[in-house]
């Protein structure tokens, strides 16, 4: 399972409205790339794909494709709004070593 912050839920509803997706989810997933190896996507979307785990957290719909959630498994998703103006975090539990930017990992 993947939590949600509230402040990464209060940015993903603000996001979703400003841009008309009413009735949207959060999509997150990983894949290859990035300085170490694999990479973080975030998208707001409204479609379930086959094999894709679908689950709520602080009121929010996370959805996952079957691969990525094998790595995502206990990360918590969170949204810094600080100096350095990151955008959404991802805490994995799961990862061994992470980019200096954060939007990068390896097991």
Do not use: H, W
Not at 32 to 40: A, E, H
Not at 78 to 105: H, I, M, Y
Request: aromatic residues 10%; hydrophobic residues 35%.
């Amino acid at each position: 399972m993947i939590q949600v912050t509230e402040n990464a839920k209060n940015k993903a509803i603000q996001l979703m409205n400003e841009d008309g997706k009413d009735g949207f989810f959060i999509r997150v997933g990983v894949k290859g790339g990035g300085c170490s190896g694999l990479m973080y996507e975030l998208t707001f979307d409204n479609q379930i794909k086959e094999g894709d785990k679908s689950f709520k957290d602080n009121g929010m719909q996370i959805v996952v494709d079957k691969k990525s959630f094998l790595y995502l498994i206990g990360t918590t998703l969170d949204f810094s709004g600080g100096l350095n103006g990151k955008g959404f975090v991802f805490s994995n539990p799961n990862a061994d070593r992470t980019c200096g930017c954060g939007e990068s990992f390896s097991l």
